[in-house]
């Protein structure tokens, strides 16, 4: 199974992971500047190309009651760039408390404050791709 990449998008900050050969597990690879008109899409895609990517899922931000404010726009916006600008399949993927999520892992390890500011984003896109990996294959994905 060819590779999946995840993107947690953030206002500040990009966290970027990839899934191994077998489509089994995720690991965070890049944080990336969100700074910029694009959003950091030219370099996640140049990412994808490196990586040799066959799709992407976006991490879609909801609030809790399901339904979507500035951020899961934002990140429907950098959807479409990323399909734009590679040509692959992206697939938003409700990414709800997966940096809370991140972060309990993190502070539960033990980690200094400082170090988890620097892979914190990368860890949600993880956990974001690891959700989207355990569900398995199926026909409309």
């Known amino acids: 199974m060819p590779r999946v990449m995840g993107v947690d998008p953030g206002t500040k900050r990009i966290g970027v ?7 089994m597990l995720a690991r965070g690879v890049a944080t990336l500047d969100a700074a910029g008109e694009d959003s950091g899409a030219q370099e996640l895609a140049d990412l994808a190309r490196s990586m040799d990517v066959e799709r992407i899922v976006v991490g ?8 979507e404010g500035e951020r899961a726009m934002a ?4 959807a479409e760039n990323l399909a734009s600008r590679t040509g692959l399949p992206v697939i938003l993927w409700d990414e709800r408390l997966t940096t809370k999520g991140a972060e309990r892992m993190l502070i539960a390890a033990d ?6 500011r620097r892979i914190i984003d990368q860890q949600a896109a993880q956990w974001i791709l690891q959700s989207y990996l355990d569900q398995g294959p199926s026909p409309a994905r």
């Open 60 to 67: 879609l931000p909801r609030h809790m009651n399901g339904s």
């Open 75 to 78: 990140a429907r916006k950098l």
């Open 111 to 116: 980690m200094p404050r400082a170090r988890r």
């Open 17 to 23: 992971a990839v899934s191994d050969e077998l489509g």
